[in-house]
């Protein structure tokens, strides 16, 4: 069972940034797909980035130009999303998840949260006017 766990939130003003981090429990290699998403109040959750096992990236329009995602490919993943020029829209409770590849190795760079079996707790993040 594969446990993430998400930090590095807190309470910014607009135009600032923060890094958020989100660690493995266990040693789940370089295969995985990782992705942040975000969930405001009374708000569905949404996805922010995804990065692929090889390494490509793919960000929602809103934060595209803005957030970066990366990750150290090291066994245990240790995934990152750094988060430049933040907006008060940017404020929601941000997740970390994970994708296992299929029998071929393959697995998708979606933002869609049904491909996503493993979620972490969450941290907020809050952007002040």
């Known amino acids: 069972q594969v446990q993430l766990v998400e930090s590095g939130g807190g309470s910014v003003q607009g135009g600032g940034s923060l890094r958020l981090t989100c660690a493995a429990s266990?040693?789940?290699?370089?295969?995985?797909?990782m992705a942040w998403f975000r969930q405001a109040p009374g708000k569905e959750r949404e996805g922010v980035a995804t990065?692929?096992?090889?390494?490509?990236?793919?960000y929602a329009d809103s934060v595209k130009g803005r957030f970066t995602i990366s990750k150290d490919n090291a066994a245990k993943i240790t995934l990152y999303l750094q988060m430049d020029s933040l907006k008060p829209e940017d404020t929601a409770m941000y997740f970390c998840a994970a994708q296992p590849p299929d029998w071929r190795g393959y697995c998708s760079s979606s933002l869609s949260l049904t491909e996503y079996p493993y979620w972490g707790q969450g941290t907020q993040v809050t952007v002040s006017v």
């Open positions: 990065i692929h096992n090889n390494g490509a990236t793919k």
């Open positions: 266990v040693y789940i290699y370089n295969r995985y797909c």
